[in-house]
């Protein structure tokens, strides 16, 4: 494994950082207040190829490697975590999905517009439809069906805490087909959000990412083509956990960017802030406080770049992609703790972003796998 990074690694960085500043950074406040959804900063990120950042270009992609992505992602969460869970979701889960498992038929016809962001101009991305009301960290208990009605499934059911939910134009839906075989009769399902008996239900009032579109998506008799089957009869279960492997390391890079961006303000302000006739970054306590931050954050950092290094050899990541996801999201949480008590008062405030970062990073500790099952994951893994 190398430390130093490639040329091209440092641009797509660097563009990441100027996209962040300059695109994602003015309103930020303001759409996280209204719970605005960052539709123009999406479409933006797709014209840089940041939304297919690892397809390959014979589909539209940018066939960019994994470090380049956890690159982008930690940059772009530094200023608005709500930007880069869309842009996670999309590249980690939809996209990579699709690309592994998917038909050729099937990347022609939704990979393509996916990884470019768009459709005949207009915003075009993905879901990923797993949780439900009685299905959350045990994924096996599926209550949406998929029947077999010949050559198409009819599916009923709802799907809870959907990223992408309102906004996206295709679902990548996990079904139960044959309860009798467990999570062996779970098929994944491409569904697109348009066709009838497709619902979507009320937008999450959330703590954090507020900025993201969360929602319920209900399906009540819609008929889903045999054609719109994800690899063989059976494979959902085995497709949803293989697909969450890669999203961690995704959820892993925003929850870096989060603890990265806190930081970076939290060093800004100690060398500006005085107290007791000195600024407060010459104080020991505070000192100390930034050391362990810059520390947690440098392990984080290596944690989720050996994960991407190990998915771009092509090896087993699903240790080191859990250890990344517990690990970064539990220093957000802490970091930006701790980025607030530096502000002092001024961090309970909005216009200094850091208690928005921090209400941000908790979702990190639970979304697309809580800590609890990584440390579930990983403890199967390392007493094997």
Not at 53 to 74: C, I, Q, T
Not at 111 to 134: C, H, M, Q, T, V
Not at 169 to 184: C, E, R
Request: proline content about 2%; overall charge negative.
């Amino acid at each position: 494994m190398q430390f130093q990074l490639t040329e091209e690694q440092l641009m797509i960085q660097q563009a990441a950082r100027d996209f962040a500043r300059n695109e994602c950074k003015p309103g930020v406040i303001e759409r996280d207040e209204l719970q605005q959804f960052p539709k123009e900063q999406i479409l933006k990120l797709a014209e840089l190829g940041f939304m297919g950042m690892m397809v390959d270009p014979k589909y539209d992609g940018a066939g960019m490697d994994s470090v380049s992505y956890v690159l982008a992602m930690e940059e772009i969460s530094k200023i608005d975590a709500s930007v880069s869970v869309c842009m996670s979701v999309n590249n980690s889960l939809v996209n990579w999905g699709l690309e592994t498992f998917g038909s050729e038929d099937q990347k022609e016809k939704y990979l393509k517009p996916l990884a470019r962001g768009n459709k005949d101009g207009e915003l075009y991305i993905g879901a990923f439809l797993l949780s439900e009301p009685e299905a959350g960290s045990d994924a096996t208990s599926q209550r949406t069906t998929a029947v077999d009605m010949g050559d198409y499934y009819l599916v009923n059911g709802i799907k809870n805490w959907i990223t992408n939910g309102n906004s996206a134009s295709v679902y990548l839906v996990m079904a139960q087909t044959d309860l009798s075989k467990g999570s062996k009769g779970i098929n994944a399902l491409i569904i697109e959000k348009n066709w009838p008996g497709v619902t979507v239900g009320a937008k999450e009032n959330k703590l954090g990412i507020r900025g993201s579109d969360t929602h319920s998506i209900l399906f009540s008799d819609v008929k889903v083509p045999k054609t719109n089957r994800i690899g063989d009869d059976g494979f959902g279960f085995s497709f949803a956990m293989k697909t969450l492997a890669g999203g961690r390391i995704g959820i892993a890079s925003q929850a870096l960017g989060i603890a990265s961006g806190a930081y970076e303000l939290a060093l800004a302000y100690s060398k500006e802030r005085k107290a007791f006739g000195k600024e407060i970054s010459q104080h020991q306590i505070i000192q100390f406080k930034l050391a362990d931050m810059a520390t947690r954050i440098e392990a984080a950092r290596l944690l989720c770049l050996r994960a991407a290094w190990e998915k771009d050899q092509h090896l087993d990541y699903s240790l080191s992609s859990s250890m990344a996801k517990v690990y970064a999201s539990e220093t957000a949480m802490w970091v930006t703790t701790e980025a607030v008590q530096i502000h002092g008062g001024y961090g309970y405030v909005k216009e200094y972003h850091v208690e928005r970062l921090m209400r941000d990073a908790k979702i990190t500790q639970i979304y697309e796998g809580t800590s609890e099952v990584q440390r579930i994951v990983i403890g199967r893994q390392i007493l094997k």
